[in-house]
T-cell receptor, first 109, second 115 residues
Framework: SQQGEEDPQALSIQEGENATMNCSYK?????LQWYRQNSGRGLVHLIL?????REKHSGRLRVTLDTSKKSSSLLITASRAADTASYFC?????????FGKGTMLLVSP | DVKVTQSSRYLVKRTGEKVFLECVQD?????MFWYRQDPGLGLRLIYF???????EKGDIPEGYSVSREKKERFSLILESASTNQTSMYLC??????????????FGPGTRLTVL
């Protein structure tokens, strides 16, 4: 399985701080995606980074990809209480996604 | 506004019942997916479909079947529900791509409890 594994499993920070989540995976990928899930809801796509890209930005999100280490990181800058959610990385081999178990982020006011 | 809808948010069924979970997308997507999500196990792919009347097994297809008679609709069927199928079920869709997966759009989920 090429399932991604997020680290840490849980993260608690204060509003305004930065949050960094990491994802490691086992086999080669076409792209890697990050999703957010608010409690008890469906997942929302955040960002996609292709295997030939090293860094990508979207608003307050910054994603890096290191294919030599088979790892990715998601940085959320200047976090807000509304960022409280679970974050999942998903790796793409051919065309299906394989999700990790997620990082639960709690941002306190 | 793109949308994936699922027939129920919450469902309670008895062991042995036949259960239908319906998913509809309005984005004209070719690909549709069914996942289940369990604490500590993350999301696991049950079945997916690349086109009408086509289906492919995912990682955990046992105990499930699917139906895709129309492009916009993908149904998950539990032929004889069991307690170990109590879970959150998530449907997703994506556009077709020749290589690599595109972003997936998810429905709100159905929390199924089998008693």
């Amino acid at each position: 399985s090429q399932q991604g594994e997020e680290d840490p499993q849980a993260l608690s920070i204060q509003e305004g701080e930065n949050a960094t989540m990491n994802c490691s995976y086992k086999t080669s990928i076409n792209n890697l995606q990050w999703y957010r899930q608010n409690s008890g809801r469906g997942l929302v796509h955040l960002i996609l980074i292709r295997s030939n890209e090293r860094e990508k930005h979207s608003g307050r999100l910054r994603v890096t990809l290191d294919t030599s280490k088979k790892s990715s990181s998601l940085l959320i800058t200047a976090s807000r209480a509304a960022d409280t959610a679970s974050y999942f990385c998903a790796t793409v081999g051919y065309s299906t996604l394989t999700f990790g178990k997620g990082t639960m982020l709690l941002v306190s006011p | 506004d793109v949308k994936v809808t699922q027939s129920s948010r919450y469902l309670v069924k008895r062991t042995g019942e036949k259960v239908f979970l319906e998913c509809v997308q309005d984005m004209d997507h070719e690909n549709m997916f069914w996942y289940r999500q369990d604490p500590g196990l993350g999301l696991r792919l049950i079945y997916f479909s690349y086109d009408v009347k086509m289906k492919e097994k995912g990682d955990i297809p046992e105990g499930y079947s699917v139906s895709r008679e129309k492009k916009e609709r993908f149904s998950l069927i539990l032929e004889s529900a069991s307690t170990n199928q109590t879970s959150m079920y998530l449907c997703a869709s994506s556009s077709r791509t020749g290589r690599g997966g595109n972003e997936q759009f998810f429905g709100p989920g159905t929390r199924l409890t089998v008693l």
